[in-house]
């Protein structure tokens, strides 16, 4: 999220959030920092962070997963505008599947399609097939909830929100204080609201997550 702040001169800076899901299906929005870039760099000091609060280094066995929105709608940047449509359509078949066998038959479509006259845009798709398809691990009732951003641009907007109120602010101080109590109502109002899904996988995350970090 990018908010206007002084420092001298008011710019654009960017505050980073590391939201998280716990076991019973609550979220929580872990750490916050205020910084001049979204670089790795940056990621990297709220890992040690995080790490440093007892959450495990690097996150060694830890999921990876893409938001499969963003890839669709850079899909559709890279297309003509008459294809759009179709290349939508077809790539559904891909991202909207309920099992890795059937997105994968969707993919062999889709490159059979397009993979002529898209070939950088197939290939994207085929480098990074991995990343899109994790949710695919994860019990059914949840796969739509990790398969996007959506969660943490929710939490995102309702910040925002008081932002465009305030306009910019004096100081990278009162960025953080502001920050931190908009976090903290946030975090209060979902500590007794259960993620959509959650409560239907509980059982079956426990034992995912209890044979991988047993």
């Known amino acids: 999220m990018w908010l206007s702040v002084r420092r001298n001169t008011v710019e654009k800076e960017v505050v980073l959030f590391v939201l998280g899901i716990?076991?019973?299906?609550?979220?929580?929005?872990?750490?916050?920092e205020v910084n001049l870039s979204?670089?790795?760099?940056?990621?990297?000091?709220?890992?040690?962070r995080l790490y440093?609060?007892?959450?495990?280094?690097?996150?060694?066995?830890?999921?990876?997963?893409s938001c499969v929105v963003h890839k669709v709608r850079n899909t559709l940047n890279k297309v003509r505008?008459?294809?759009r449509k179709k290349v939508a359509k077809d790539s559904k078949k891909i991202y909207q599947a309920f099992t890795e066998e059937e997105a994968l038959k969707g993919f062999k479509k889709f490159k059979e399609k397009w993979g002529t006259k898209y070939p950088r845009v197939v290939k994207s798709w085929e480098r990074e097939l991995y990343k899109f398809?994790?949710?695919l691990k994860y019990p059914?009732?949840?796969?739509?909830?990790?398969?996007t951003t959506n969660l943490i641009e929710r939490t995102i907007k309702e910040i925002r929100k008081r932002v465009k109120v305030i306009g910019a602010l004096p100081s990278v101080?009162?960025?953080?204080?502001?920050?931190?109590?908009?976090?903290?109502?946030?975090?209060?109002?979902?500590?007794?609201?259960?993620?959509?899904?959650?409560?239907?996988?509980?059982?079956?995350?426990?034992?995912?997550?209890?044979?991988?970090?047993?």
């Open 173 to 214: 101080d009162a960025v953080k204080k502001f920050v931190y109590l908009r976090v903290e109502m946030l975090n209060d109002r979902c500590s007794n609201r259960v993620v959509n899904g959650f409560l239907e996988a509980r059982e079956e995350i426990q034992e995912m997550f209890s044979r991988r970090y047993s």
């Open 140 to 147: 059914e009732s949840i796969q739509r909830v990790i398969c």
């Open 52 to 65: 440093d609060r007892g959450v495990r280094e690097y996150f060694p066995k830890a999921d990876f997963q």
């Open 81 to 83: 505008a008459k294809d």
């Open 38 to 48: 979204e670089g790795a760099e940056s990621w990297l000091e709220m890992i040690k």
């Open 22 to 32: 716990d076991e019973e299906g609550y979220r929580e929005i872990l750490d916050f």
């Open 133 to 135: 398809l994790t949710f």
